[in-house]
Nanobody, 115 residues
C-alpha cells in the first residue's frame, strides 16, 4: 500500500497561483499514472490532470494552459502548478495513483479562489 499526502492548498485571489504537492510513501518511479482530481461542493469529483511514468501529460479542458502537472521521482512527489486561478477552481484537490491493481488516494487539500 502506498500512502499519499497532499499539501500546498490555501486561499488565493483570482488570477493568483498555487503549487500543490503530493508526497508518496515509497518510490513512484514505476507508477504508471499519477492523477490530480478535484471535487467542488455539490459536484462530482473530476479528473484534472494526469502524468504517466513516461512523462506524458493530459489535462481537463477547463484547466489547459493554466495548470501544469509534473513529477519528481527522486523525491517521490507529484506537483500541480496552478496559475491564473479562477473562482470556479475552488475545490478539494486529491492526488491519486494508478498502476496495475495498485490504487491509492490522498486525503485532499482545499483550494479556495476568492477576492
Amino acid at each position: 500500500q502506498v500512502q499519499l499526502v497532499e499539501s500546498g492548498g490555501g486561499t488565493v485571489q483570482p488570477g493568483g497561483s498555487l503549487r500543490l504537492s503530493c508526497a508518496a510513501s515509497r518510490s513512484i518511479f514505476n507508477i504508471n499514472f499519477m492523477h490530480w482530481h478535484r471535487q467542488a461542493p455539490g459536484k462530482e469529483r473530476e479528473l484534472v490532470a494526469t502524468i504517466t511514468d513516461f512523462g506524458i501529460t493530459n489535462y481537463a479542458d477547463s484547466v489547459k494552459g493554466r495548470f501544469t502537472i509534473s513529477r519528481d521521482n527522486a523525491k517521490n512527489t507529484v506537483y500541480l502548478q496552478m496559475n491564473s486561478l479562477k473562482p470556479e477552481d475552488t475545490a478539494v484537490y486529491y492526488c491519486n495513483l494508478e498502476s496495475g491493481i495498485l490504487r491509492s488516494w490522498g486525503q485532499g487539500t482545499q483550494v479556495t479562489v476568492s477576492s
